[in-house]
């Protein structure tokens, strides 16, 4: 059982930049495959970014692109999340989700919905100000 806890979260002007964490508790975190979804109020969760178990492959929703990046440090067992540029419409509470890598899964393949994911933290606030 992996158990995910987010930081990171806070209020910030649009333009500003943030840098979110997600701690693991798994050893192996690095068979993981890790990422990030939001949910702002009233809506559905959406994708923002994912990252292969390697972390050799990345993903990201059109919306972040060019703002967002995400990296891992195995080391640490801790997913980041630095969000550059953010914009208003980037409100919504950030969620880390992790998966346990196929046997013959490629170093570059990254999870992009929701249901591809097993375990997820409590969650995050992000909230920017224009």
């Known amino acids: 059982q992996v158990q995910l806890v987010e930081s990171g979260g806070g209020l910030v002007q649009a333009g500003g930049s943030l840098r979110l964490s997600c701690a693991a508790s798994e050893r192996t975190f690095s068979d993981y495959a890790m990422g990030w979804f939001r949910q702002a109020p009233g809506k559905e969760p959406d994708f923002v970014a994912a990252?292969?178990?390697?972390?050799?492959?990345?993903s990201y929703a059109d919306s972040v692109k060019g703002r967002f990046t995400i990296s891992r440090d195995n080391a640490k067992n801790t997913l980041y999340l630095q969000m550059n540029s953010l914009k208003p419409e980037d409100t919504a509470v950030y969620s880390c989700?992790?998966?346990?890598?196929?046997?013959?899964?490629?170093?570059?393949?990254?999870?992009?919905?929701?249901?591809?994911?097993?375990?997820w933290g409590q969650g995050t606030q992000v909230t920017v100000s224009s």
């Open positions: 990252i292969s178990y390697s972390g050799s492959g990345t």
């Open positions: 989700a992790a998966a346990f890598r196929g046997r013959s899964e490629s170093l570059y393949y990254t999870r992009t919905r929701k249901g591809e994911y097993n375990y």
